[in-house]
């Protein structure tokens, strides 16, 4: 599963590596594309990763254009993530690009081996969430 993985995440960085993105950036994009202007916490909290690493990730695409960084209107403690017009060219194409990953992923598989497989990724992914590895 890991080969397969990091087949995936190489082929996708490939396609999109006209766009200023770096390894690790496209969730940031996808997560911000489906709800733009997340405090940098909530952004921390839904990728489960600590704040300053966000940040360090944010700085980067903040230089890059992808992204821009402001005070929340109600209360100024609060930084708010927003993705410019080049950041939401660059979230399409991370789209379009885990689109056609996908597509090759899965060629030459039967529509029930689709939903064979996602039904023993779905019992992993609960094994592992139930799982307290003290047990």
Known sequence: MRHVLKNHRSHVDRLIRDYDVYPGQPPLLLRLSDTDGLSQRELADSKGVKPATLTVM??????????RRAADEKDQRVTRVYLTEKGRG???????????????????????EKL?????LLQMKDNLTTWTPED
Do not use: D, H, N, Y
């Open 116 to 120: 064979l497989l996602r039904r023993f």
């Open 58 to 67: 944010l700085q980067r695409m903040e230089k890059t254009g992808l992204i």
């Open 90 to 112: 660059a979230s399409e194409a991370v789209k379009q690009a885990m689109e056609e990953v996908e597509a090759r992923c899965f060629e030459g598989f039967l529509p029930e």
